[in-house]
């Protein structure tokens, strides 16, 4: 017994039928049934409990707010509207976690990028100093034998 295919079946049934409300001997999951068998008072029971049906007497059965929603909404058919309740994928928290992992990892190379731009400002920094001392020993030692080579040259003038 699939509760699903009887309450599917009997939402069809009844919104054929003319009248508010639709007796339980009436619907095709009851034909063949005895009214005090077990089997019918289940199948009572489920379609009395089931969303789309509200008790209508002891021997009827009507719509509830639900089921007018199931035959105005999902042109009466249960499964439908039991596929429409199960949870979809929400595309807009997936794109946010896209973004914010895409976020994360620019921020890391930005970070990265600008570390390593900062190391090599100090690299030239420091290379622009090692340069700037050897020029300046470069124009001393210049001056140095500059100043031998005159001695030297002024004293063999003498």
Do not use: C
């Amino acid at each position: 017994m699939d509760i699903d295919k009887i309450i599917n079946t009997s939402i069809s049934e009844m919104k054929i039928d003319p009248k508010p409300y639709i007796m339980f001997k009436d619907l095709s999951s009851f034909k063949n049934l005895e009214p005090s068998s077990n089997e019918f008072n289940k199948i009572k029971y489920a379609l009395v409990k089931s969303g789309p049906f509200e008790k209508h007497g002891d021997s009827a059965i009507k719509f509830s707010v639900l089921g007018f929603e199931v035959v105005k909404d999902f042109d009466g058919d249960w499964y439908k509207y039991k596929k429409s309740l199960k949870p979809k994928k929400d595309i807009y928290k997936l794109i946010s976690a896209i973004t914010g992992i895409l976020s994360l990892i620019l921020v890391y190379m930005n970070f990265s990028i600008n570390n390593k731009a900062l190391i090599l400002e100090k690299t030239i920094e420091n290379n622009n100093t090692i340069i700037d001392s050897l020029q300046t020993e470069a124009k001393l030692k210049k001056e140095f034998t500059d100043s031998i080579i005159k001695r030297l040259s002024t004293h063999k003038e003498k």
